[in-house]
C-alpha cells in the first residue's frame, strides 16, 4: 500500500482547499454573534478565497514549474497552514477577510501542482486509478463541506472549521518530504507576474463591485466606477497576454467556441449550484433556528445524487456527445433551482429545499467530471494543464461573483417585503436579514413590535431565498443553452482545437512521460477521464468526439 502515499499525500491538500470553498457557508451566522460582522463582511469571507484560488491558479501553475512541484505544493501547504491558524484566530472580521485571502493564495498553488505531482508518482494503471479517486474527491468535496462545517461549528466552535486544517497539513507536509520525488526538471522562462497582477485585480474590482451594490444599490456612482475599471484592467490582461512570450493564458485558445463553452458552463455551473446555498444558510438558522449541523445536512441530496449520478453514468455515457452531457448537466441544476422556488413561499421550511436540491445535484453530477476532460481534448496536448487551470478557474470565479451577485438578489427582495409590511427603514432590516443578523434585530427591537418583525423576517428570508433560486435557476437554463448552441457539431474547427501534430514526448530522469505547464501528460489524461467519466480513447479520438 506504500504505492498509494503520493496520492494520500495529493488527496489531503486537494480536499482542504475544495472544501474550505464552501465549509464557512454554515458558520456564518455564528461569525456575526461572535465578531459582529456585517453582511458586506460575510460575503468577503466567502469570496476573499475563492477570489484568490480562482484568480491566481494559472498563474501559480507557471511559477510552479520553475521552482519545482514538491517544493511548491509544500510552499503552499504551509502558507494554507498558517492563514488557517489566523483564521481561527481572527479577532474580527477584517483579520479574518484577510487570512482567508492569504488561504487562497496558498491553496492556489496547491490546486495548481496536482496534476503534476500525480503524473511523476504513477505510470499505466496506476496513474489513471489515482486520477479516478482525486476525481472522485474534488468532484464532493464543495457539496460535503457545509456538513463538515455544520459538524464543527455546533459540535466545537465556527473556529474550528480552520483549525482542523493544522494537523491535516501537518501530515501533508509530512508525507511530502517522505514520498513525494522530484522526478521533473524546471522550466527556465520570466514568470507572468503582469498578467497574473492584472488579472487578479481585475477579477478583485468585478468582486467588489457586486458587493457594493449590495450596500449601496446599482445606481450608486462607486459601482459604476469599479466596473469601468475592472474592464480596463481585463483588457489590460488581454493586451499583456498578447505580447508576452511567457504568457501564463494563451488566448488563442478562445478562438474555439466549444472551448468558450466550456469555460461559460464551468462558471455559470458553480454560480448556479452552489452559491443559493450561503443564503440558505443563513435563513435556515438565522430566520428559521436551526442548528448549523441541520442546516448543513439539507445539502446532503446533492451530495449523495451527485456522487451517485457521476459513478453509476459514467460508463453509460461513453461516446456521447459531451455537449449534449454539459447541456443536460446544467438543465438539471436550472430546473432543480426553478422547482426550489416554486416550492420554498409562504410558511416554507427546510422540507422544502429537499426535492430541488437532489435534482440539482444530479446536474452537478452529470456536468462536473466531464467538464475538465473535455476541455484538455479541445486542445494541443501541449497546452492541456493550461486548458484545466482555466476550467478551475471560472468555477472558482463564479463563486465569488455568484455570492456577490446573489446578495443584491436577496436583499432587494427582502427589501420589498420589509416595506411592505410597514417596518421602519426596511433597507438596513433587509440587510441585517441576509446577513444573519435577524437575531440581533428581535432582541433590540421592543416586546410590542417584536412580533411583527419576526413576521416580517419570516417572510423576507422565504421571499429572498427564492428569488436566490429564481435566478440561479434562469442562469442555470440559459448556461444549457449557450453550451449546446456554442458546441453544436458540424462546424470547422479553429487553429487552437485542431488534429493535434505528432510531438516528441519528454522523458523525465526516471523515464516517466513529462508534462506539459500546469497539467499531466496526454496518457495520465487519457486515464484520468476514463477513471472519472468513464470516458476513455485516446485524446485524439476524444477531440473528434467533442466536435
Same mark, same amino acid.
Given at each position: 500500500?506504500?504505492?498509494?502515499?503520493?496520492?494520500?499525500?495529493?488527496?489531503?491538500?486537494?480536499?482542504?482547499?475544495?472544501?474550505?470553498? $464552501?465549509?464557512? =457557508?454554515?458558520?456564518?451566522?455564528?461569525?456575526?454573534?461572535?465578531?459582529?460582522?456585517?453582511?458586506?463582511?460575510?460575503?468577503?469571507?466567502?469570496?476573499?478565497?475563492?477570489?484568490?484560488?480562482?484568480?491566481?491558479?494559472?498563474?501559480?501553475?507557471? =511559477?510552479?514549474?520553475?521552482?519545482?512541484?514538491?517544493?511548491?505544493?509544500?510552499?503552499?501547504?504551509?502558507?494554507?497552514?498558517?492563514?488557517?491558524?489566523?483564521?481561527?484566530?481572527?479577532? &474580527? +472580521?477584517?483579520?479574518?477577510?484577510?487570512?482567508?485571502?492569504?488561504?487562497?493564495?496558498?491553496?492556489?498553488?496547491? @490546486?495548481?501542482? $496536482?496534476?503534476?505531482?500525480? &503524473?511523476?508518482?504513477?505510470?499505466?494503471?496506476?496513474?489513471?486509478? !489515482?486520477?479516478?479517486?482525486?476525481?472522485?474527491?474534488?468532484?464532493?468535496?464543495?457539496?460535503?463541506?457545509? *456538513?463538515?462545517?455544520?459538524?464543527?461549528?455546533?459540535?466545537?466552535?465556527?473556529?474550528?472549521?480552520?483549525?482542523? &486544517?493544522?494537523?491535516?497539513?501537518?501530515?501533508?507536509?509530512?508525507?511530502?518530504? $517522505?514520498?513525494?520525488?522530484?522526478?521533473?526538471?524546471?522550466?527556465?522562462?520570466?514568470?507572468?507576474?503582469?498578467?497574473?497582477?492584472? @488579472?487578479?485585480?481585475?477579477?478583485?474590482?468585478?468582486?467588489?463591485?457586486?458587493?457594493?451594490?449590495?450596500?449601496?444599490?446599482?445606481?450608486?456612482?462607486?459601482?459604476?466606477?469599479?466596473?469601468?475599471?475592472?474592464?480596463?484592467?481585463?483588457?489590460?490582461?488581454?493586451? *499583456?497576454?498578447?505580447? $508576452?512570450?511567457?504568457?501564463?493564458?494563451?488566448?488563442?485558445?478562445?478562438?474555439?467556441?466549444?472551448?468558450?463553452?466550456?469555460?461559460?458552463?464551468?462558471?455559470?455551473?458553480?454560480?448556479?449550484? @452552489?452559491?443559493?446555498?450561503?443564503?440558505?444558510?443563513?435563513?435556515?438558522?438565522?430566520?428559521?433556528?436551526?442548528?448549523?449541523?441541520?442546516?448543513?445536512?439539507?445539502?446532503?441530496?446533492?451530495?449523495?445524487?451527485?456522487?451517485?449520478?457521476?459513478?453509476?453514468?459514467?460508463?453509460?455515457?461513453?461516446?456521447?456527445?459531451?455537449?449534449?452531457?454539459?447541456?443536460?448537466?446544467?438543465?438539471?441544476?436550472?430546473?432543480?433551482?426553478?422547482?426550489?422556488?416554486?416550492?420554498?413561499?409562504?410558511? !416554507?421550511?427546510? +422540507?422544502?429545499?429537499?426535492?430541488?436540491?437532489?435534482?440539482?445535484?444530479?446536474?452537478?453530477?452529470?456536468?462536473?467530471?466531464?467538464?475538465?476532460?473535455?476541455?484538455?481534448?479541445?486542445?494541443?496536448?501541449?497546452?492541456?494543464?493550461?486548458?484545466?487551470?482555466?476550467? &478551475?478557474?471560472?468555477?472558482?470565479?463564479?463563486? !465569488?461573483?455568484?455570492?456577490?451577485?446573489?446578495?443584491?438578489?436577496?436583499?432587494?427582495?427582502?427589501?420589498?417585503?420589509?416595506?411592505?409590511?410597514?417596518?421602519?427603514?426596511?433597507?438596513?432590516?433587509?440587510?441585517?436579514?441576509?446577513?444573519?443578523?435577524?437575531?440581533?434585530?428581535?432582541?433590540?427591537?421592543?416586546?410590542?413590535?417584536?412580533?411583527?418583525?419576526?413576521?416580517?423576517?419570516?417572510?423576507?428570508?422565504?421571499?429572498?431565498?427564492?428569488?436566490?433560486?429564481?435566478?440561479?435557476?434562469?442562469?442555470?437554463?440559459?448556461?444549457?443553452?449557450?453550451? *449546446?448552441?456554442?458546441?453544436?457539431?458540424?462546424?470547422?474547427?479553429?487553429?487552437?482545437?485542431?488534429?493535434?501534430?505528432?510531438?516528441?514526448?519528454?522523458?523525465?530522469?526516471?523515464?516517466? +512521460?513529462?508534462?506539459?505547464?500546469?497539467?499531466?501528460?496526454?496518457?495520465?489524461?487519457?486515464?484520468?477521464?476514463?477513471?472519472?467519466?468513464?470516458?476513455?480513447?485516446?485524446?485524439?479520438?476524444?477531440?473528434?468526439?467533442?466536435?
Amino acid at each position: 500500500m506504500r504505492k498509494w502515499l503520493p496520492l494520500l499525500t495529493v488527496w489531503l491538500g486537494t480536499f482542504m482547499l475544495l472544501v474550505d470553498v $464552501t465549509i464557512v =457557508i454554515v458558520a456564518l451566522p455564528d461569525m456575526v454573534d461572535d465578531l459582529g460582522a456585517s453582511f458586506r463582511a460575510l460575503q468577503w469571507v466567502i469570496d476573499a478565497y475563492a477570489l484568490a484560488l480562482g484568480a491566481l491558479v494559472l498563474g501559480a501553475g507557471s =511559477i510552479a514549474d520553475r521552482v519545482g512541484h514538491r517544493r511548491a505544493y509544500v510552499v503552499g501547504l504551509a502558507v494554507f497552514a498558517v492563514s488557517s491558524l489566523l483564521c481561527g484566530l481572527a479577532p &474580527n +472580521p477584517g483579520v479574518l477577510i484577510a487570512a482567508r485571502a492569504v488561504q487562497g493564495v496558498g491553496a492556489a498553488a496547491m @490546486f495548481a501542482t $496536482t496534476f503534476a505531482l500525480l &503524473n511523476s508518482a504513477y505510470v499505466g494503471r496506476d496513474r489513471g486509478s !489515482a486520477y479516478g479517486i482525486w476525481g472522485a474527491v474534488s468532484g464532493a468535496s464543495a457539496a460535503v463541506g457545509p *456538513i463538515l462545517g455544520g459538524l464543527l461549528t455546533e459540535g466545537a466552535s465556527w473556529r474550528w472549521i480552520f483549525l482542523v &486544517n493544522l494537523p491535516v497539513s501537518a501530515v501533508a507536509i509530512l508525507l511530502c518530504a $517522505t514520498t513525494l520525488t522530484v522526478a521533473h526538471a524546471t522550466v527556465r522562462g520570466r514568470i507572468d507576474v503582469a498578467g497574473m497582477v492584472s @488579472f487578479t485585480a481585475a477579477a478583485g474590482c468585478a468582486t467588489y463591485a457586486l458587493i457594493r451594490a449590495n450596500e449601496d444599490g446599482w445606481s450608486a456612482a462607486a459601482v459604476w466606477w469599479l466596473l469601468v475599471v475592472a474592464a480596463l484592467l481585463l483588457a489590460g490582461f488581454v493586451a *499583456i497576454e498578447a505580447r $508576452t512570450r511567457h504568457a501564463m493564458s494563451d488566448l488563442a485558445l478562445l478562438r474555439d467556441r466549444s472551448f468558450v463553452a466550456v469555460l461559460l458552463a464551468g462558471l455559470l455551473l458553480t454560480f448556479a449550484a @452552489f452559491t443559493t446555498l450561503t443564503y440558505t444558510s443563513i435563513w435556515l438558522q438565522s430566520v428559521l433556528g436551526l442548528s448549523p449541523l441541520a442546516a448543513g445536512l439539507t445539502g446532503l441530496p446533492m451530495s449523495v445524487t451527485a456522487i451517485a449520478v457521476s459513478a453509476a453514468l459514467g460508463r453509460v455515457l461513453h461516446g456521447r456527445r459531451p455537449d449534449l452531457v454539459i447541456g443536460a448537466g446544467l438543465l438539471f441544476v436550472g430546473l432543480g433551482s426553478l422547482l426550489t422556488a416554486a416550492l420554498v413561499h409562504g410558511s !416554507a421550511s427546510w +422540507p422544502a429545499l429537499l426535492p430541488g436540491v437532489a435534482l440539482i445535484g444530479v446536474g452537478v453530477g452529470l456536468a462536473t467530471p466531464i467538464l475538465g476532460s473535455v476541455s484538455m481534448s479541445l486542445v494541443p496536448a501541449e497546452r492541456g494543464g493550461m486548458a484545466a487551470g482555466a476550467v &478551475n478557474t471560472t468555477r472558482q470565479l463564479g463563486f !465569488a461573483f455568484g455570492v456577490a451577485a446573489l446578495g443584491s438578489v436577496f436583499t432587494a427582495q427582502a427589501q420589498t417585503i420589509v416595506a411592505g409590511r410597514g417596518i421602519a427603514d426596511p433597507a438596513h432590516v433587509a440587510h441585517a436579514i441576509a446577513g444573519g443578523q435577524t437575531p440581533g434585530l428581535l432582541r433590540a427591537t421592543p416586546a410590542a413590535g417584536r412580533h411583527l418583525l419576526d413576521s416580517a423576517a419570516h417572510a423576507a428570508g422565504v421571499a429572498g431565498v427564492q428569488a436566490t433560486f429564481a435566478v440561479a435557476g434562469a442562469v442555470g437554463v440559459l448556461a444549457s443553452l449557450l453550451v *449546446i448552441v456554442l458546441m453544436r457539431p458540424g462546424r470547422p474547427r479553429t487553429a487552437a482545437s485542431t488534429a493535434r501534430p505528432p510531438v516528441a514526448e519528454a522523458r523525465d530522469a526516471d523515464g516517466a +512521460p513529462e508534462r506539459g505547464p500546469g497539467g499531466p501528460s496526454g496518457e495520465a489524461r487519457a486515464g484520468m477521464v476514463a477513471a472519472v467519466t468513464g470516458i476513455g480513447g485516446p485524446p485524439a479520438a476524444r477531440t473528434e468526439e467533442a466536435q
